[in-house]
């Protein structure tokens, strides 16, 4: 039941105008970061014989831009998930859902893994830039990895947080402008640390990114990714069984 929601969810989105209009801006904002960096490296890839260990394609190109396109889609994802529970609740189609033989948990993770799946395209789109970068030069593919995973991972936490927020109101809008808001907040704070070991930064999602896109697969943020996504969905299942609770 989980993937059948998950399907449906999927083909929810590809059917909604917006969907496509945000893909198609997203593709259109990362191609240009992308070929600009491509530029910049080029402009200054005859300077690097100077150098004992230049840095590389991998690391002048494909790391910025899985770096860009983090922040592409902390914009994004609130536009994307806003509708998941709001509207479900907004059309009254929410008890429906409610009132069939399948958990709250079945719910959650179907609308959950249907807008993963979306969000995947966007990343599968990133790497396959990245690729291309092969049919003129090397690179390398243990720092396109380690991105490839950060980024999917910090999908999956940025979905989560807007599911939960989502649950919360029957508008959309309110729960898009309330996932902005939380997403940025959290990297205001980080933003505000003054100190590099702050445990302030430990609240940014995007710093905890920092370290897959240098290529560090670092198990304490793998966790941190993990318990995030695991602690909204599950606040997101909570409050849709309470509502189930009263009916």
């Known amino acids: 039941m989980i993937f059948t929601i998950a399907a449906k969810e999927l083909k929810?989105?590809?059917?909604s105008p917006l969907a496509w209009i945000i893909l198609a801006v997203l593709e259109f904002i990362l191609?240009?970061?992308?070929?600009?960096?491509?530029?910049a490296f080029l402009a200054v890839q005859s300077q690097f014989t100077a150098f004992a260990n230049p840095p590389g394609l991998t690391e002048l190109v494909v790391a910025p831009l899985f770096g860009n396109a983090a922040m592409v889609l902390l914009m994004a994802v609130p536009l994307l998930s806003m509708?998941?529970?709001?509207?479900?609740?907004?059309?009254?189609?929410?008890?429906l859902f409610l009132s069939a033989p399948i958990t709250v948990?079945?719910?959650?993770?179907?609308?959950?893994?249907?807008?993963?799946a979306f969000l995947g395209l966007i990343v599968g789109l990133v790497v396959a830039m990245s690729l291309s970068l092969y049919a003129g030069a090397a690179i390398d593919l243990g720092l396109l990895a380690?991105?490839?995973?950060?980024?999917?991972?910090l999908a999956a936490s940025f979905a989560a947080?807007?599911?939960?927020i989502s649950s919360l109101t029957a508008h959309p809008i309110a729960a898009a402008v309330g996932s902005l808001g939380a997403?940025?907040?959290?990297?205001?704070?980080?933003?505000?640390a003054r100190e590099p070991d702050?445990?302030?930064?430990?609240?940014?999602?995007l710093k905890h990114f920092e370290s897959f896109n240098r290529g560090v697969i670092n198990t304490a943020d793998a966790a941190y990714f993990l318990l995030f996504t695991l602690l909204f969905l599950v606040l997101a299942v909570r409050r849709l069984d309470n509502q189930r609770l009263r009916g």
């Open 12 to 15: 929810t989105l590809f059917s």
């Open 31 to 39: 191609a240009y970061f992308f070929l600009s960096q491509v530029d």
């Open 83 to 95: 509708r998941l529970i709001a509207e479900e609740r907004r059309n009254q189609t929410l008890a």
């Open 105 to 116: 948990t079945e719910i959650v993770l179907g609308k959950f893994l249907g807008l993963m």
């Open 146 to 153: 380690g991105n490839v995973l950060g980024l999917a991972l």
């Open 161 to 164: 947080l807007g599911l939960f």
């Open 183 to 192: 997403f940025l907040g959290l990297w205001i704070v980080n933003l505000s």
């Open 198 to 205: 702050s445990w302030l930064h430990t609240l940014s999602l």
